[in-house]
């Protein structure tokens, strides 16, 4: 069952002219139920790092985790496996998760070995490849790696992520402290997956499973925000602000003049996630009201439509002050989440550099943001980084001495946000 809601604060004072919304969307409680697919089948990938950087431990522990993983699919799943170094071998072809096919596979995954370099446009290439072959298919990945692709890669990589991008959904895993961060949340944001950091070979197995639960759970697998605007109206951004910050600004998809779709790919029960639209539009005068635009949630199955729901936005400008100073909360909750992970960001790029007096300033202005958020998990985890002394005011002091996994977390896990309290 989905529902959604739009929450904003309509009044503007003269001249402006941006109209910011959120729109919350669930599958649980009441809602409109959406048509199941006829054919409703599921196709995970496993997309592992096998070069030489990934031997002893780490291809030792990565092997087990495929292991469980097959081992854990239900019957009725298609699966493959690809292994990926300086090029891409398609271990084990697209099958169904029967037993016997499970069996060969896993014999298959036992005999990995680590070597070579790191073009991940082929490993994501060859996946391409077959999800292509089920396109009906509610698709799902993961890829682990343990460091960073070859910098020769990079336009290689932006052609196969143009060629992936709403063919499947991807989870991005780094193990270790050598990959780059950026890189795994660019595949990612791409490919609407998430990203984080596996500090240890010994915790794989863990979160593989929890990744491997979650895809298992996508029952529709088409679903888009569409947005209709004004003539002379420009959207500025669309970002899905929860669980985590997500700019699908560039995903946009034009439909006519005046609308346009953003993918939010596969739903599972019990999810909820925020938007954040922020349109221009033309500013009125005292007095005006003017429809600024409709935001819809559009589910597609089996080539059939489903509007799940529509609402309203609206910009209506007033001399009342009282009125248009009054930001919604749920808009302010999130621009201030957003605040929190460029500052974080910023903070931990400045301390690269050296720059303790700007990364200070930065680190600190995020500590407050997350106390006055209730963001504990971002709290906790900046307090790996800088020894505070007063959260409420953003009081900090740099540590000297930072563990590179603890940094590395903070990075990863910035984009995280806390949900508004009701």
Known sequence: MFNAEVFQNPYLPQGASEVNAIMTIGTSGEGVTVAQPHHSLRLFGIICDISGSMGGAKIIAAKDAIVKIIELLPPDTLFFVVTGSSRAKLLVPLVNAIPENKLRAISQVKEISANGGTLMSTWLHTAVGEFNKMPQAICQALLLTDGQNDANDELDLVRVLDAAEGKFQCDCRGVGTDWRVSELQKIAARLLGTTDIIASPD??????????????????????????????????????????????????????????????????????????????????????????????????TDGVETKITEAKILATWTEDEAKTAKIDRRVAHYTGQAELAQSIQEGLEARAQGNIEVATVKLGKAVKLAHDSGNEATAKLLRSVVDVEDAAAGTVRIKRTVAKEDEMMLETRSTKTARIQK
Not at 220 to 233: E, F, I, K
Not at 261 to 271: H, K, L, M, R, V
Request: hydrophobic share 40%; net charge positive; aromatic share 8%.
């Open 203 to 300: 915790r794989i197995a863990d979160d593989f499973q929890a990744i491997l639960t979650k895809a298992m759970g996508k029952t529709v697998s088409d679903v888009s925000l569409r947005l209709w605007t004004p003539v002379g109206a420009k959207v500025l951004f669309c970002k899905q602000v929860s669980p985590e910050i997500v700019d699908v600004t560039s995903r946009a998809k034009v439909v006519s003049d005046r609308i346009i779709e953003y993918p939010t790919g596969a739903w599972g029960s019990n999810e909820s996630r925020d938007y954040h639209f922020c349109i221009q539009i033309t500013a009125g005068n005292v007095g005006d009201e003017m429809l600024a635009g409709r935001a819809s949630l559009i589910a597609k």
